[in-house]
């Protein structure tokens, strides 16, 4: 990810005197400005964990001595332990005024706590559902926006409606827009109808219908033999599509020619449906990654929702939903699902809205599926919420309750984390299980799994994905001593210029000392954000430190200046998030700062 344009001006400062060059040239303070680019890692596995008490409330106290982890039933050590806590954000750090003009720190109330993402499956859900969900969107919102949180409006089609915004009009006039996904193709009206659950069925798990597993007339006498009945009943949909017009037999199968003509009519139907079906997937787990993306440059509480009846997943897209869950995992976003059908029953041979069966013998079979089909798509749901440390709401017909259940966080969420000994690089998928120890009447939520990498990890992905989460988090750390201040100066009515001034202390640097030279490369990163915390533009800077003992030393009483200067194309109040990062120690320190230009 490479953060958005900045024109920037770097200035160290440190004292001047005759000294010789340093050797080969090499000076001792050097600065470069570097692409912000950042990569998954998979080191360290991080289990979110909710535990609440019989009653439902949740559990805070607990330590990472109570809680065991097991990977592929093996017990491991937990390496981290945090507990995320659902509370008001402190205040940021004040920021200083210069010369030109006051720049003055935003109170505690203007940063936003929390930002909700609803994320609308326009492509799953069926026109009433989608119908019902508008109407409890529309109730919910009435009630759950507040002066201290965002939200924003995005569909699984791929239209974002509402960036995040306190206006509730914007909101649900956005919502107002949701339509349903059509890509075009009326498949309601295919014959035979091949659900997706099927088709999987037939192509990718039983291989029925790709001709290595039954040439045709062995694949007719199996599908006729009611032995298989998936295969049996999509035939008998088939069949009855093609009728009997046909006559003869085909030379080379033996079969009669309107038993070849079903069995080409279902191949083709089945591939079709699978196709379909994987595209949608695909829109839906590619929408849930965006909008996670989008959630981790937000810098408060992160809280996605995701409205929809769920979705299925083939062995093919199990990996794309583990990069879903490990990305919210590492930016802190919590997803929570609700199932908007509310409470629902598979009506056998469909409702009016559904495709029609032309076999009576394939209606019982075929609505069994997509029974089964629709108990898939709830597991979906339940794993992306529990794997994240969120809710999923279903089985209930108040849906507008549920949704403000689920646009709270959970007021404690566990974070456990580990590093699997000899972990394979092989892409496999690893069950996870977490117990307490000793706490009788306690429920326990947590990540199901996960997928082994299939490359090693690059530690330099590691930093920068450290710095990736630090810029986009709210909390302050101090362990490299900064001070940050800010002033802006007016270019126009509605332009300024908006100047971050960072002055490092060296004395919480840990060089690596080389012959007559103190080395470290330390990372700072400035973003700057809006007042409703949409992330507008940043900059990494990394300064190359040789230092002379004397230049240390001097240093130690001046510290080291870093400045960059925004161009800002319009008035209001702005947060500044300051990161720096020293390789040496492996240490960061985060600031906040604020500024009002009017």
Same mark, same amino acid.
């Given at each position: 990810?490479?953060?958005?344009?900045?024109?920037?001006?770097?200035?160290?400062?440190?004292?001047?005197?005759?000294?010789?060059?340093?050797?080969?040239?090499?000076?001792?303070?050097?600065?470069?400005?570097?692409?912000?680019?950042?990569?998954?890692?998979?080191?360290?596995?991080?289990?979110?964990?909710?535990?609440?008490?019989?009653?439902?409330?949740?559990?805070?106290?607990?330590?990472?001595?109570?809680?065991?982890?097991?990977?592929?039933?093996?017990?491991?050590?937990?390496?981290?332990?945090?507990?995320?806590?659902?509370?008001?954000?402190?205040?940021?750090?004040?920021?200083?005024?210069?010369?030109?003009?006051?720049?003055?720190?935003?109170?505690?109330?203007?940063?936003?706590?929390?930002?909700?993402? !609803?994320?609308?499956?326009?492509?799953?859900?069926?026109?009433?559902?989608?119908?019902?969900?508008?109407?409890?969107?529309?109730?919910?919102?009435?009630?759950?926006? /507040?002066?201290?949180?965002?939200?924003?409006?995005?569909?699984?089609?791929?239209?974002?409606?509402?960036?995040?915004?306190?206006?509730?009009?914007?909101?649900?006039?956005?919502?107002?827009?949701?339509?349903?996904?059509?890509?075009?193709?009326?498949?309601?009206?295919?014959?035979?109808?091949?659900? !997706? !659950?099927?088709?999987?069925?037939?192509?990718?798990?039983?291989?029925?219908?790709?001709?290595?597993?039954?040439?045709?007339?062995?694949?007719?006498?199996?599908?006729?033999?009611?032995?298989?009945?998936?295969?049996?009943?999509?035939?008998?949909?088939?069949?009855?599509?093609?009728?009997?017009?046909?006559?003869?037999?085909?030379?080379?199968?033996?079969?009669?020619?309107?038993?070849?003509?079903?069995?080409?009519?279902?191949?083709?139907?089945?591939?079709?449906?699978?196709?379909?079906?994987?595209?949608?997937?695909?829109?839906?787990?590619?929408?849930?990654?965006?909008?996670?993306?989008?959630?981790?440059?937000?810098?408060?509480?992160?809280?996605?929702?995701?409205?929809?009846?769920?979705?299925?997943?083939?062995?093919?897209?199990?990996?794309?939903?583990?990069?879903?869950? /490990?990305?919210?995992?590492?930016?802190?976003?919590?997803?929570?699902?609700?199932?908007?059908?509310?409470?629902?029953?598979?009506?056998?041979?469909?409702?009016?809205?559904?495709?029609?069966?032309?076999?009576?013998?394939?209606?019982?079979?075929?609505?069994?599926?997509?029974?089964?089909?629709?108990?898939?798509?709830?597991?979906?749901?339940?794993?992306?919420?529990?794997?994240?440390?969120?809710?999923?709401?279903?089985?209930?017909?108040?849906?507008?309750?549920?949704?403000?259940?689920?646009?709270?966080?959970?007021?404690?969420?566990?974070?456990?984390?580990?590093?699997?000994?000899?972990?394979?690089?092989?892409?496999?998928?690893?069950?996870?299980?977490?117990?307490?120890?000793?706490?009788?009447?306690?429920?326990?939520?947590?990540?199901?799994?996960?997928?082994?990498?299939?490359?090693?990890?690059?530690?330099?992905?590691?930093?920068?994905?450290?710095?990736?989460?630090?810029?986009?988090?709210?909390?302050?750390?101090?362990?490299?001593?900064?001070?940050?201040?800010?002033?802006?100066?007016?270019?126009? /009515?509605?332009?300024?210029?908006?100047?971050?001034?960072?002055?490092?202390?060296?004395?919480?640097?840990?060089?690596?000392?080389?012959?007559?030279?103190?080395?470290?490369?330390?990372?700072?990163?400035?973003?700057?954000?809006?007042?409703?915390?949409?992330?507008?533009?940043?900059?990494?800077?990394?300064?190359?430190?040789?230092?002379?003992?004397?230049?240390?030393?001097?240093?130690?009483?001046?510290?080291?200046?870093?400045?960059?200067?925004?161009?800002?194309?319009?008035?209001?109040?702005?947060?500044?998030?300051?990161?720096?990062?020293?390789?040496?120690?492996?240490?960061?320190?985060?600031?906040?700062?604020?500024?009002?230009?009017?």
């Amino acid at each position: 990810m490479r953060l958005g344009p900045l024109s920037a001006l770097i200035l160290i400062t440190a004292p001047v005197w005759p000294q010789p060059a340093p050797a080969q040239g090499q000076p001792e303070i050097a600065s470069e400005e570097a692409p912000i680019t950042f990569s998954s890692r998979v080191n360290l596995i991080s289990v979110p964990v909710v535990v609440r008490d019989r009653d439902g409330h949740p559990v805070g106290n607990l330590t990472r001595e109570n809680f065991q982890l097991f990977d592929k039933g093996k017990l491991q050590i937990i390496t981290k332990f945090s507990v995320e806590k659902t509370a008001g954000i402190p205040a940021p750090g004040a920021t200083a005024p210069r010369d030109r003009a006051q720049a003055s720190a935003p109170s505690p109330s203007f940063f936003p706590e929390s930002y909700v993402a !609803y994320l609308v499956d326009d492509v799953h859900l069926k026109s009433g559902d989608l119908l019902q969900a508008r109407q409890a969107l529309h109730r919910h919102l009435d009630e759950s926006i /507040d002066p201290t949180s965002r939200a924003a409006i995005f569909t699984t089609s791929g239209i974002a409606l509402s960036e995040f915004t306190a206006d509730r009009q914007k909101l649900h006039d956005a919502i107002n827009k949701i339509q349903p996904y059509t890509s075009g193709i009326d498949r309601q009206q295919d014959c035979p109808y091949i659900s !997706y !659950y099927v088709a999987d069925m037939l192509v990718n798990q039983k291989l029925y219908l790709d001709g290595r597993l039954f040439p045709d007339a062995q694949l007719d006498q199996v599908a006729q033999s009611g032995t298989e009945p998936e295969l049996t009943a999509a035939y008998a949909e088939a069949k009855a599509c093609v009728g009997t017009s046909s006559s003869g037999k085909d030379t080379l199968s033996g079969l009669l020619l309107s038993e070849v003509e079903t069995l080409t009519k279902l191949r083709v139907s089945a591939r079709q449906a699978l196709t379909y079906g994987d595209h949608e997937t695909s829109l839906g787990l590619g929408a849930l990654r965006d909008v996670v993306r989008k959630l981790s440059a937000m810098p408060g509480k992160r809280n996605l929702v995701l409205v929809s009846p769920g979705f299925l997943l083939t062995r093919d897209t199990r990996s794309d939903e583990y990069d879903v869950l /490990d990305r919210a995992i590492r930016a802190s976003v919590v997803v929570n699902t609700i199932d908007m059908r509310g409470l629902f029953a598979i009506i056998p041979g469909g409702d009016a809205s559904s495709p029609a069966f032309h076999s009576a013998a394939a209606i019982t079979q075929l609505s069994l599926a997509e029974m089964a089909a629709a108990t898939q798509a709830d597991d979906v749901l339940a794993e992306l919420a529990s794997g994240t440390g969120g809710t999923f709401f279903h089985d209930d017909n108040d849906l507008k309750r549920g949704l403000n259940l689920l646009a709270a966080r959970p007021e404690f969420v566990y974070i456990l984390g580990f590093s699997p000994p000899d972990l394979k690089l092989d892409g496999a998928y690893h069950g996870l299980k977490v117990s307490i120890k000793n706490a009788a009447n306690l429920t326990i939520q947590a990540r199901r799994g996960y997928w082994a990498p299939n490359h090693a990890v690059d530690p330099a992905e590691v930093a920068k994905e450290e710095i990736q989460e630090t810029v986009f988090s709210r909390d302050e750390i101090q362990t490299i001593p900064v001070d940050l201040e800010t002033e802006y100066f007016k270019t126009g /009515d509605f332009k300024a210029e908006l100047t971050v001034s960072a002055r490092l202390k060296v004395q919480g640097l840990r060089f690596q000392k080389a012959d007559d030279r103190s080395n470290d490369t330390v990372t700072v990163v400035t973003g700057l954000f809006d007042a409703n915390g949409n992330y507008i533009s940043g900059i990494e800077r990394l300064l190359k430190l040789h230092l002379r003992d004397q230049t240390l030393a001097a240093l130690e009483n001046t510290g080291i200046n870093v400045e960059e200067t925004f161009h800002v194309a319009a008035p209001g109040r702005y947060v500044i998030r300051l990161v720096v990062r020293d390789s040496g120690g492996n240490d960061i320190t985060a600031r906040n700062g604020g500024v009002q230009i009017p």
